[in-house]
């Protein structure tokens, strides 16, 4: 590399330390490409929040066709009429019925993870990488897999295999959260329980969950979120089911969001169709919301941890 | 209480065992019938019972790769920006707004695709086919904009979040002496980002590329609005194609006979076992760092 380290010149051709520090040469290249990574990646934060907004623009304006108080408060009629309060009903259902199942699994596999489990601990290396892989299950599979050893046996698509699947998805998340907002409860907490003679259980059931409890409650609102918008399991496990009625049996067919989507889709009607538009965008505001409001419970139980 | 534990960990592991043998169990018939030779063969016609998942292996891998390859040098750019040019304020907006986009369910991304996404893809690669026709990659386009690309695109969006997020944590901590001893010694802030921010952090990076190439690979139902789930295959990416999860989204609730159906599972004990190398791949690079815990933290 030349060090033609530029002497700055006046006019009359001395150099003159009071003229303009001018970059020149390699360090005007250095700039050059020092400036275009800065644009260049303030673009693609653009991009992406461009992208976001399209979204939800584009669900926003073709879900207000069918968009009214009806549409959230009453049953289908036919194909193209009514509702789709029974979907709601349904996907609240079966998303609590799974949450009922994945809540207890999740928190206690973190328990184990962080209280019981030694640093070296063999068994914690293998949950650890099974809820990974859990993590990692494309959500199809795991309807695949409820399919399996739910419906085959039981001869019939339900919401309680849907709610099963959905478990499945919510339960790595749930665990990892629960794991990683107790690993940041104060040691100091464990030690005085210790030393007043506290039992293993009752530590963790009286100090060291109430503790944590914010930053579980936040991931079990993203888990159970997470799982109603879930299709690919539905489709598999849940997708014989009376679409104009409301059913609450769980061991028979319940009707869902994201189901009636994607049938509504399916159908050659242009209403069926903006009815279709007019659920995804009731779908994404609650999915939304329960994103903000995980995020502002997130903070104040940060804030009140940081006291 | 530590039974009680042990117990939901033990659980966690036995699930994933039985999704492995449920997949092996209910595929049997198609595993016995067609063998290895579904991992190659192409024909996938159900109604003469030839299955073969040739083609389906092909496009999930070309869509995920696609998407890996635009959502990678992306991701990593809002990470920068977020982690080290955005003011405070526009950081603790703009990361969140970026983050809800893993919050779109893959219905509404499929959606969203097939309306706007779609014509949107059917202007631009004529254009694209014009400039870069003379790779094979880039052929005619299909007259629709229904084609591998734009399930490429879709997929590219949704792992963004996961990308940018993962890679802003990790360029957070990144201490700032080192940052700022490399500035010291004059170098400018491209200079400090790939010396030594990149560079202390790419074993990361990479596990979150991955992930972000797990997640790819298994997406079902947006996939399968964009892709055409077409039999043939093509070598353009503007013509329409099919993906292992797509087809099973698309087909299984009306098989033709036992064998379709087996023959899906058999596609899905495939797709599963990319998916878990995926998984372990990712741990097995990130080493120390546990990107997933903080992945899981977000709750993507």
């Not at chain 1, 530029?6 to 020092?34: C, H, K, Q």
């Not at chain 1, 693609?44 to 907004?53: H, P, S």
């Not at chain 1, 207000?64 to 309060?85: D, K, R, T, W, Y």
């Not at chain 1, 050659?268 to 009815?275: E, K, Y």
């Amino acid at each position: 590399m030349s060090t033609t380290a530029p002497i700055t010149l006046g006019e009359s051709g001395l150099f003159d330390p009071t003229a303009p520090l001018m970059p020149s040469g390699n360090l005007r290249r250095r700039a050059v490409v020092d400036r275009a990574v800065q644009v260049i990646a303030t673009v693609a934060a653009v991009v992406a929040v461009a992208v976001l907004v399209i979204i939800v623009i584009g669900v926003a304006k073709h879900g207000a066709e069918a968009l009214s108080l009806n549409f959230v408060i009453q049953n289908p009629q036919g194909l193209a009429g009514g509702g789709i309060v029974n979907a709601l009903l349904g996907t609240l259902e079966i998303v609590l019925a799974g949450a009922l199942v994945a809540l207890p699994l999740g928190i206690l596999t973190g328990l184990y993870l962080t209280e019981f489990a030694g640093p070296r601990s063999r068994s914690a290396r293998v949950m650890k990488l099974a809820l990974d892989m859990m993590a990692g299950l494309p959500t199809i599979i795991v309807g695949l897999f409820i399919y399996g050893l739910i419906v085959i046996p039981q001869h019939r698509e339900s919401g309680f295999a849907g709610a099963i699947a959905l478990s499945i998805i919510m339960l790595p998340l749930i665990a990892r959260a629960s794991q990683e907002v107790l690993l940041l409860v104060p040691g100091s907490l464990r030690e005085a329980a210790d030393a007043l003679g506290v039992n293993r259980w009752r530590t963790v059931l009286t100090v060291i969950l109430p503790a944590a409890m914010g930053g579980i409650v936040t991931g079990a609102i993203l888990a159970i979120a997470r799982a109603a918008g879930e299709t690919a399991p539905l489709l598999i496990c849940d997708g014989i089911y009376n679409p104009n009625t409301t059913s609450f049996n769980l061991f028979h067919g319940v009707s869902s969001v994201p189901m009636f989507i994607y049938t509504s889709y399916d159908l050659p009607l242009t209403q069926a169709v903006d009815r279709a538009w007019a659920a995804a965008f009731v779908l994404m505001v609650f999915i939304l919301l329960a994103n903000i409001l995980a995020r502002v419970f997130l903070g104040r139980s940060r804030a009140k941890m940081a006291r | 209480m530590f039974v009680l534990c042990l117990g939901a960990g033990v659980i966690v592991v036995a699930t994933l065992v039985d999704v492995v043998y449920q997949l092996a169990n209910n595929g049997s018939m198609a595993i016995s019938k067609f063998g290895f030779g579904f991992l190659v063969h192409s024909t996938w016609r159900p109604n003469v019972n030839i299955e073969a998942a040739g083609n389906l292996i092909y496009g999930t891998l070309v869509t995920s790769f696609m998407a890996v390859l635009l959502a990678t040098p992306l991701g990593i750019g809002i990470g920068l920006y977020l982690s080290m040019m955005a003011p405070r304020r526009v950081r603790s907006t703009v990361g969140p707004l970026v983050e809800m986009l893993a919050a779109v369910p893959s219905i509404i991304y499929g959606f969203w695709g097939l309306v706007v996404l779609v014509p949107f893809v059917d202007h631009l690669e004529p254009g694209l086919h014009s400039v870069l026709g003379f790779i094979p990659l880039f052929g005619t386009p299909s007259p629709t904009g229904i084609s591998v690309f734009a399930a490429g695109i879709v997929l590219t969006v949704m792992i963004l979040p996961i990308i940018s997020a993962l890679s802003r944590d990790l360029f957070l901590t990144v201490p700032q002496e080192l940052k700022d001893g490399a500035s010291a010694l004059g170098a400018t802030r491209w200079e400090v980002i790939r010396g030594v921010v990149l560079a202390t952090t790419v074993s990361g990076v990479s596990a979150a590329v991955v992930l972000g190439l797990g997640r790819a690979l298994g997406e079902a139902i947006a996939v399968s609005f964009v892709i055409g789930d077409s039999d043939h295959r093509h070598t353009s990416l503007f013509q329409p194609g099919a993906s292992i999860a797509e087809r099973i989204a698309n087909q299984f609730p009306g098989p033709v006979n036992g064998l379709h159906t087996s023959a899906m599972f058999y596609a899905g004990l495939v797709l599963v076992v990319i998916a878990m190398l995926t998984s372990i791949a990712a741990r097995a690079i990130a080493g120390r760092f546990d990107v997933q815990a903080s992945l899981g933290g977000r709750a993507a």
